[in-house]
């Protein structure tokens, strides 16, 4: 059974920092798997952050984030992360990751970012 659990969402200051993580099960990095981190704003649709497949390690960014977040993996510990940095209002939002693998798409239950002084 797929499961995805996203943590390391919390509040923080404008400007300020946060690493979210999610750690992946029922499958493994080492097959080619297409990790995803996704962000649903207060009263916005869920948008796609960044991408990044396991194997290649080939990343891509919204252009919203390019040069503050930083989408990472640690295949041993089949988890992926998402490094926040210089955050902004506007990137409070419900975080998602999602993983395409084996013909699927899996989700999961999302961790709060909060970004407010």
């Known amino acids: 059974q797929v499961q995805l659990v996203e943590s390391g969402g919390g509040l923080v200051q404008p400007g300020g920092s946060l690493r979210l993580s999610c750690a992946a099960s029922?499958?493994?990095?080492?097959?080619?798997?297409?990790m995803r981190w996704h962000r649903q704003g207060p009263g916005k649709e869920r948008e796609l952050v960044t991408t990044?497949?396991?194997?290649?390690?080939?990343?891509s960014y919204a252009d919203s984030v390019k040069g503050r977040f930083t989408i990472s993996r640690d295949n041993a510990k089949n988890t992926v992360y998402l490094q926040m940095n210089s955050l902004k209002y506007e990137d409070t939002a419900v975080y998602f990751c999602?993983?395409?693998?084996?013909?699927?798409?899996?989700w999961g239950q999302g961790t709060q970012v909060t970004v407010s002084s």
């Open positions: 029922g499958f493994t990095f080492s097959s080619s798997v297409v």
């Open positions: 999602s993983a395409w693998t084996r013909g699927a798409n899996y």
């Open positions: 990044i497949n396991t194997i290649t390690g080939t990343k």
